[in-house]
Structure formats: structure tokens, C-alpha cells
């Protein structure tokens, strides 16, 4: 039997109250299979461990991180540690420092979500969105200059590479290929035109290796209407750091919210782990009351399985999710209901068993 290592960094705010259902839907995976079983290591990280230490994780952090399989994170963020500091100095510190270049994020109406688009139906809305993740707006390049002076300029640099531009390209148009959907690229050239311009132009180099993939390029307005008018035009998308951000944030807007949007951070190559995190932050306002979502963590937890090379138990995960949201008995108050977070994982397992 195959035992996976998972460095657990359950994080600020509602992030310890998730993380727990996902480890006990992982635990139940493995105990309904029986081909493999899961061994946590849970890390104290976050932003209370920089209010103590004056630091997110310890210096060492990344060198105890880098020998588990996958790494499993609730949440990062806090009211009392400004935001470029918490997402730094963990989050984005993590995603670079292991080269998870892949952003995954599904967009995708389940059966019983809410759905705020008119005559809009399950199956109507199946994107996937890969994210640029290494790169881009979130690059950490800029200067700024005669700070606290009239003169005070700030420069916020994109860096577009060839070599980030191209791996992420292709990873997109062979995940179109092996699904056998269209591919859509996402940019601003028209306003952009050193960056934008460039992954438009990488976009159609590599798109000349793959011509049984039907392709699209839309400006990131456009594409911003069209999600909300035209949902169904969109399969796989690609796009960049900043604007795949966004658009993922729209697309649980009308999927059913932040609290079922799950989100995975890949190193294909798989030397170094990869990192599963929900999308919808740590929520300071409902922290410690037991009423945060725990379907998002759940269906992430399907993604680190599949990743893991079980996508029958991602698809079985999301199946249980549409189960719990369909019955509408036993759901949390964003999505209407009065259950607790533990409680909604109660009725997500016992759809699993």
C-alpha cells in the first residue's frame, strides 16, 4: 500500500475549521480504497506565527516542506498582518520556491449550486481554468522611487518570459487535447503591448503543434462578458496570473460561490510537491464560528487525489457535493442553510460511503 506524505498548513481564519473536513475526506478515501493511506504532518504557519516570530514559517520552512508528496493549505490572511506580507511571505513564497506554475481552478455548475445567470443549467458551465502561477503581474518586480517625497513613483513590473509563456501554454493545449475541448487564450494585446502581445504571439507558436485543438483569443473584457452572457463558449482557458485571478473569482460567482471553489497549484514535473488550496481566503468576519463551507476544501482534496493519480475519487468527491447541495438539507448559511461546517462534512461523508 502506497503512503503519501501531506504537510497540512491549515493557516489563518476559517482555514483550520476546512482543513479538518478535507483531511477527513482524504481519510476516508483511503479507507474506502484500500490501495493507499495518507500520513499528515500538520505546521503551525501563518499569520499568529508571525505575530510570535515576527516571520510566516521558520527560515528552514521550505527545506521541511519539500520532502512530503503534496501539501494541503486552509487559508492565509489576517486583519492584523498587511496582506503583502502574509501573501509573500507564505503563499506566493511556496508557489515560487517549488516552481507550481500551473494555477488549476474548475469552473463548473454542479447539480444543486446556485446559479445567479438566468436559465442557466448544470452542464451549461464546465470550464477549466489553468492559471499562469510562477510569472507575470505576481512577479514581484518593480521600484519604487523618492518614497514619501512629491516626487514618489511606483513601478509594478509584469515579467512574461518564454520560458514561463511556452510551459504554460502547452501544459493548456495538451490538458485541451486530452480532453478533447477547445482552448481558449485570454490577454489585453490591445492595451498591454510588450506582454499581451508576446503571449499572443507564444500562444499561436504553440498552437501550430496541436491542430486538432480548436482555439480562441479574447481580450479579457470581452471575455468577462462572455462568461456571463455566453458561459458555455468556454472549456479550457488559459491566461495569466493576474487575469486568471479574476476570472476565477467571476466563474465561483456563478458556479455557486467561494465556498464550493476549489484550487490546486502544480508542479507537473513533480520535483517538488504540489499544493491544494480552496480559493476563498480566510474570511476573518465568520472565523471560529463553525459555519464556514467546507465543500470547496472537500472538492480540492479531490484534486490532490487526482493529481495523485486517483481522478475516479475527484470525480466520486464531486458527485457526494452535488448530493449534499442537491438535498439542500444540510448546508451551511452562504449557501442558505443553518448546518455547521463539521455538519456538512458529516452528510458530505455519508454520501461518500
Given amino acids: 500500500m502506497k503512503t503519501y506524505r501531506i504537510a497540512v498548513i491549515a493557516g489563518d481564519g ?7 473536513e478535507g483531511m477527513r475526506v482524504l481519510k476516508h478515501a483511503a479507507r474506502q480504497d484500500g490501495s493507499f493511506d495518507f500520513s499528515f504532518c500538520e505546521f503551525p504557519w501563518g499569520c499568529d506565527y508571525y505575530l510570535k516570530n515576527g516571520r510566516m514559517m ?5 527545506e521541511r516542506l519539500a520532502g512530503f508528496d503534496a501539501i494541503l493549505l486552509g487559508a492565509v490572511g489576517d486583519p492584523r498582518v498587511p496582506d503583502h506580507i502574509s501573501l509573500w511571505d507564505l503563499l506566493l513564497k511556496i508557489r515560487k520556491g517549488f516552481d507550481q506554475y500551473v494555477n488549476l481552478r474548475p469552473v463548473r455548475l454542479l447539480k444543486g449550486a446556485p446559479c445567479p ?3 442557466v443549467e448544470p452542464g451549461q458551465i464546465d470550464m477549466l481554468f489553468i492559471r499562469e502561477n510562477s510569472e507575470g503581474e505576481y512577479a514581484g518586480s518593480g521600484s519604487w522611487l523618492f518614497r514619501d517625497t512629491p516626487r514618489e513613483v511606483v513601478l509594478q513590473n509584469g515579467v512574461f518570459s518564454r520560458h514561463g509563456c511556452e510551459r504554460i501554454i502547452r501544459y493548456a493545449f495538451e490538458t485541451a487535447r486530452e480532453r478533447k475541448q477547445s482552448l481558449t487564450s485570454i490577454s489585453k494585446a490591445n492595451a498591454l503591448n510588450y506582454s499581451m502581445v508576446f503571449w499572443d504571439q507564444i500562444f499561436g507558436e504553440v498552437g501550430r503543434e496541436y491542430p486538432d485543438v480548436p482555439t480562441e483569443s479574447l481580450l479579457v473584457d470581452a471575455a468577462s462578458m462572455l462568461m456571463v452572457k455566453h458561459p458555455e463558449r468556454f472549456q479550457v482557458v488559459v491566461t495569466s496570473n493576474l487575469f486568471g ?13 467561494m465556498g464550493i471553489a476549489a484550487g490546486a497549484n502544480l508542479n507537473p514535473e513533480r520535483k517538488y510537491p504540489s499544493m491544494f488550496e480552496p ?3 480566510s474570511a476573518p468576519d465568520i472565523a471560529g464560528k463553525g459555519i464556514a463551507n467546507p ?13 495523485l493519480g486517483y481522478p475516479q475519487w475527484e470525480e466520486r468527491i464531486v458527485n457526494a457535493i452535488e448530493r449534499v447541495m442537491e438535498e439542500g438539507r444540510v448546508l451551511t448559511p452562504d449557501m442558505g442553510g443553518r448546518a455547521t461546517t463539521r455538519q456538512v462534512g458529516d ?4 454520501c461518500l460511503a
Fill in 347 to 350: 452528510a458530505l461523508l455519508a
Fill in 245 to 257: 485571478d479574476i476570472l476565477t473569482d467571476l466563474g465561483a460567482a456563478i458556479t455557486g460561490g
Fill in 58 to 62: 521558520p527560515e528552514d520552512g521550505m
Fill in 117 to 119: 445567470l438566468k436559465g
Fill in 14 to 20: 476559517i482555514g483550520p475549521e476546512v482543513v479538518k
Fill in 295 to 307: 465543500l470547496a476544501t472537500a472538492w480540492t482534496a479531490g484534486q490532490m487525489l487526482s493529481f
Fill in 279 to 281: 480559493i476563498h481566503g
